[in-house]
């Protein structure tokens, strides 16, 4: 079945050591998103890939870094984890961006910081 | 600014209809879409609306005042499975989803 992975479904790190989430996708889709969603509020956009273009949303903080080094790949790299980064991260696709484009979304990487 | 209003907490019983409201400012409008997301869980779609009226599908069905800034979202027959939060989001005029915080949806026999 087409999908969307994440990797892994819980991750544990400490404050400030570096962390890696990971995304991959089958259903080829051009856009690749990034979300963090803390308990009980609405998903936030991170940044998003059209292809290899990158899009950083204005409130992202330079903390968060991402990769996408092919159609099926993405990355998402907190650099210096803070106990305010504990959240769920969702990773998602679309076909297209602009227009109606329904998001497919990963079952979620929650991250906790010790 | 944009802002995205729903209720957050609900409660329904077994077998009954529950209707989940949805009032939005945005700068601009591309459509509002409903999303199911189960606790711990990834959202998933349920519907897409851009042109005012009600859209069904099986026990869902969701509806659109544009004129209003307005939407709902409408279960019947609610099942223990339909607890969940459901997510209203609108694609604004540069094509950016603004997410609802959800409403969280309570189901008891």
């Known amino acids: 079945d087409a999908m969307v992975i994440q990797n892994p479904r819980y991750q544990v790190t400490q404050f400030g050591k570096p962390v890696t989430l990971s995304c991959s996708q089958t259903l080829n889709h051009n856009v690749m998103y990034w979300y963090q969603q803390k308990s009980s509020q609405a998903p936030k956009l991170l940044f998003h890939y059209y292809d290899k273009d990158f899009n950083n949303e204005a409130d992202t903080p330079d903390n968060f870094q991402s990769r996408r080094p092919n159609t099926s790949f993405c990355f998402l790299d907190i650099r210096s984890p803070g106990l305010g980064d504990a959240a769920m991260y969702l990773c998602?696709?679309?076909?297209?961006?602009?227009?109606?484009?329904?998001?497919?979304f990963g079952p979620g990487t929650r991250l906790t910081v010790t | 600014g944009q802002n995205i209003d729903q209720p957050t907490e609900m409660t329904a019983t077994e077998g009954a209809i529950v209707q989940i409201n949805c009032t939005y400012q945005?700068?601009?409008?591309?459509?509002l879409f409903w999303y199911q997301q189960h606790a711990g869980e990834a959202p998933t779609f349920l519907s897409y609306?851009?042109l005012d009226g009600l859209e069904e599908k099986g026990r869902f069905s969701s509806f659109l005042s544009r004129s209003k800034g307005y939407s709902y979202l409408l279960l019947k027959e609610l099942q223990m499975k339909d607890s969940a939060s459901y997510l209203c989001a609108v694609l604004d005029s540069n094509y950016q989803l603004i997410w609802g915080a959800g409403t969280k949806l309570i189901i008891k026999p």
């Open positions: 998602a696709t679309s076909r297209g961006e602009g227009g109606y484009y329904e998001q497919y």
């Open positions: 609306n851009v």
């Open positions: 945005t700068s601009g409008f591309n459509g």
